[in-house]
């Protein structure tokens, strides 16, 4: 009895268990495609007996002619069904970062290599489709939703490509699994959080008292500037680039402490407000560094230092 109920297990496991993910292209071959009559389909099988077996009984002539007339339209149906599916390439395309709670898109590209049309082609996974036509040697990009639970790396799982053309009598369908993934960041803090004060170093950070700096001058323009500080004016005037100085401005250098955050959070609270300070600091154009236990990220500016940290904070602890 044991040995059935594992034997039982191991098929299913086989069958509908995970897989390993597909490198590179994947190719729809024969074996790989399924098919089987839809709800209308069976619908339209058992009609078809009705209407056989009425001609049968009463010896309709021209019963006979419509039951095989519609008999070989459905037989007709298969071979297109299974024709729009099978012999497709589907190649992984971009997934860009999320944040927790959102969700991932996965791009998918499907080409269709062969001299003919592809109609109704769906992606779907968990519920979620999306559907492209296929012109003739052509191909097209359809993004597979994806709910990103939790930090980390994402991957889309086994997505399902199916048809019903052209009449939707049959369903055929395809099981792949690309070998892609999602970096998925922690979700920020929800709470209007201060930034932690500014300990001395070198940078700038601009003073909480607002109107009390003096301008002081113009600087060429470097990609850690804040855009608020642009001179617009000159450069719409097509004097390039160039910063505004202000002078009474605090020498500080920003540093993200794991330490300076309150003891009674969890790991995953830290990192939701450290991913909230660092959008902060982004936004506010300033000098920021990062320190986790383990890891330290020298302070920085600019969208490089912002993805490297949401970087560290995703796979930190994984």
Same mark, same amino acid.
């Given at each position: 009895?044991?040995? *059935?109920?594992?034997?039982?297990? +191991?098929?299913?496991?086989?069958?509908?268990?995970?897989?390993?993910?597909?490198?590179?292209?994947?190719?729809?071959?024969?074996?790989?495609?399924?098919?089987?009559?839809?709800?209308?389909?069976?619908?339209?099988?058992?009609?078809?007996?009705?209407?056989?077996?009425?001609?049968?009984?009463?010896?309709?002539?021209?019963?006979?002619?419509?039951?095989?007339?519609? !008999?070989?339209?459905?037989?007709? !149906?298969?071979?297109?069904?299974? @024709?729009?599916?099978?012999?497709?390439?589907?190649?992984?395309?971009?997934?860009?970062?999320?944040?927790?709670?959102?969700?991932?898109?996965?791009?998918?590209?499907?080409?269709? @290599?062969?001299?003919?049309?592809?109609?109704?082609?769906?992606?779907? @996974?968990?519920?979620?489709?999306?559907?492209?036509?296929?012109?003739?040697?052509?191909?097209?990009?359809?993004?597979?939703?994806?709910?990103?639970?939790?930090?980390?790396?994402?991957?889309?799982?086994?997505?399902?490509?199916?048809?019903?053309?052209?009449?939707?009598?049959?369903? !055929?369908?395809?099981?792949? +699994?690309?070998?892609?993934?999602?970096?998925?960041?922690? *979700?920020?803090?929800?709470?209007?959080?201060?930034?932690?004060?500014?300990?001395?170093?070198?940078?700038?950070?601009?003073?909480?008292?607002?109107?009390?700096?003096?301008?002081?001058?113009?600087?060429?323009?470097?990609?850690?500037?804040?855009?608020?500080?642009?001179?617009?004016?000159?450069?719409? @005037?097509?004097?390039?680039?160039?910063?505004?100085?202000?002078?009474?401005?605090?020498?500080?250098?920003?540093?993200?402490?794991?330490? !300076?955050?309150?003891?009674?959070?969890?790991?995953?609270?830290?990192?939701?407000?450290?991913?909230?300070?660092?959008?902060?600091?982004?936004?506010?154009?300033?000098?920021?560094?990062?320190?986790?236990?383990?890891?330290?990220?020298?302070?920085?500016?600019?969208?490089?230092?912002?993805?490297?940290?949401?970087?560290?904070?995703?796979?930190?602890?994984?």
């Amino acid at each position: 009895m044991f040995e *059935k109920i594992l034997s039982r297990s +191991q098929l299913y496991l086989a069958f509908f268990g995970p897989r390993k993910p597909e490198p590179g292209t994947i190719f729809l071959r024969q074996n790989r495609v399924y098919i089987l009559p839809t709800r209308p389909g069976l619908a339209f099988a058992l009609a078809l007996g009705v209407m056989l077996i009425g001609s049968i009984n009463y010896n309709l002539s021209l019963g006979y002619i419509l039951t095989f007339l519609l !008999a070989s339209m459905g037989l007709v !149906a298969i071979l297109h069904t299974f @024709r729009n599916l099978v012999h497709l390439h589907i190649s992984p395309g971009r997934a860009e970062p999320v944040f927790a709670g959102k969700t991932a898109w996965f791009e998918l590209f499907v080409e269709n @290599r062969s001299g003919y049309e592809r109609s109704a082609i769906v992606l779907w @996974r968990e519920g979620k489709a999306t559907q492209c036509d296929l012109a003739a040697a052509r191909g097209a990009t359809g993004s597979v939703p994806v709910a990103a639970e939790r930090r980390g790396w994402l991957t889309p799982g086994r997505i399902t490509l199916e048809t019903r053309f052209p009449v939707g009598l049959l369903r !055929a369908w395809s099981y792949i +699994q690309p070998d892609m993934r999602c970096l998925v960041y922690p *979700k920020p803090d929800d709470g209007m959080l201060p930034l932690p004060e500014p300990s001395g170093g070198v940078g700038e950070k601009r003073v909480a008292s607002g109107g009390s700096d003096d301008f002081a001058g113009l600087r060429q323009y470097q990609v850690s500037d804040s855009p608020r500080h642009i001179h617009w004016k000159a450069a719409a @005037r097509g004097q390039g680039l160039q910063t505004k100085v202000f002078s009474g401005r605090a020498a500080a250098e920003l540093w993200l402490d794991w330490s !300076a955050l309150p003891a009674h959070l969890d790991l995953e609270s830290k990192l939701s407000r450290l991913t909230r300070w660092v959008l902060a600091a982004d936004q506010e154009g300033l000098r920021y560094g990062l320190r986790l236990p383990g890891v330290e990220l020298a302070p920085d500016a600019g969208e490089p230092q912002r993805l490297a940290c949401l970087r560290e904070l995703a796979l930190y602890g994984l």
